[in-house]
């Protein structure tokens, strides 16, 4: 059985702190895996929670655990996420579920974008990741 990789999150000190997430993630060893966006979609194809940023959210992450769990990962070895979302006035909701998911203590890289559309009109939000393996 191989280690897992070395991961060290990182806050520079010259940068404004930073709420839930790191300014940057060191992999050394092992391997990269790179997610990509999830959606609000169950397996059957469905929208989940139309109009609803929470629910949309929620299944976002657990698509993600999803394609985690199919390389053998879950969350511990997510070392960037990339949000997408339609308003930002959803930050807090999309903060709080992602919270349910990471490390809290060791949390992942992180960007946010506001876009104007996602692949469906009634999507609120997108999360790509990256993953770092063993």
């Known amino acids: ?31 990269t895996v790179y997610l990509s966006g999830q959606i609000a979609m169950n397996a059957r ?29 879950t969350f511990d070895a997510v070392v960037k996420l990339t949000f997408f979302l339609t308003d930002f006035a959803h930050l807090p909701e999309m903060r709080s579920v992602r919270d349910e998911f990471v490390n809290t203590a060791r949390p992942p890289a992180s960007s946010a974008v506001q ?11 997108e999360v790509e990741a990256v993953a770092a393996a063993p």
């Not at 897992?4 to 702190?17: Q, T």
């Not at 469906?120 to 939000?125: G, K, Q, W």
């Open 1 to 31: 059985m191989t280690d897992p990789p070395a991961v060290r999150f990182v806050n520079a000190p010259d940068l404004p702190a930073t709420p839930g997430y790191s300014h940057a993630a060191e992999v050394r060893g092992g391997r």
């Open 115 to 125: 876009v104007a559309a996602l692949v469906r009109p009634e999507l609120l939000i």
């Open 45 to 73: 194809g469905e929208v989940v929670g139309e109009g609803d940023f929470t629910a949309q959210a929620r299944q976002v992450f657990e698509n993600l655990r999803a394609a985690l769990a199919a390389v053998d990962l």
